[in-house]
């Protein structure tokens, strides 16, 4: 303060008994700075204590391993993609081989049967394919080395076209089928890879046919055993892929 000033002020002191002059502003400054600083520490002192509480959150998931058999990411980045697995993936139950025994044309429509195995519990097979069929097969996994001849008749109906399919197994290289009519047709037996010991036979005709009884014969066309009546045991393959359903040969009796 000057002296001109103070002079002033003893002035009015004088004059005005209660004068007491404007307050001094300092003191007012230092109580508005001291309160800004404690307001300023009472917000980071509680900022501290959040950012240490999500840190003690966080901290157990960030150190956490990542799950076996997945890569780690850092924190903050996606996981990189999964690899693909070491090992190749299983392919599907392969087609059993089908081995040819006969073939031809029937009302127009091709044919062909081919001996197969189907399972451990259906592996002597035959299989008639072509526009008529579905695949169908029948198995002689009754069927033993030296026993007698045994077949499956296969009638199939479709719109106005009626065929027959005759399926077999001979222990010998030929086998002639008599009809009811008194017909008669020779047929060749085969032998495939699908069973060493066995001789398969097929053949499709047109209509529907009924089988009195089959003869096996040698090579020359002549008969080896008596003609045999029983068409035997033959099956289809069940859902477990085993002979299940049995097919009975068309016979004057049955």
Known sequence: MTEPDAE???????????YTGPAD????????????RARRRTLLAVGGTGLTVVLALLAPMLLLPAPAGLPAAYPGESAPPIPPPSAPVPAGRPEPPVYP????VVD???WAIGSTSVSTGARR?????????ARDTV?????????????AILPVAGGRVTITSIAGVSPGPAVRIRFADG??????????????????????????????DVTVLDAAGHPIRAAVRNPGSPCRPGPSVGCADPVPGRTPGG
Not at 25 to 36: D, Q
Not at 101 to 104: K, R
Not at 125 to 133: M, T
């Open 8 to 18: 002033f002020r003893g002035a009015l002191r004088d004059l005005i008994p209660d």
């Open 108 to 110: 127009g429509m091709p």
């Open 25 to 36: 502003p300092v003191p007012r400054i230092v109580a508005r700075v001291r309160r800004r």
């Open 125 to 133: 097979c035959l299989r008639a394919d072509g526009r008529a069929f």
């Open 139 to 151: 198995c002689f996994d009754g069927w033993t080395a030296g026993a007698p001849v045994t077949w």
């Open 183 to 212: 017909s008669v047709q020779s047929v060749p037996a085969r032998r495939t890879a699908t069973d060493p010991a066995a001789r398969f036979f097929g053949v499709v005709l047109a209509g529907s046919v009924t089988v009195r």
């Open 101 to 104: 025994v006969a073939s031809g």
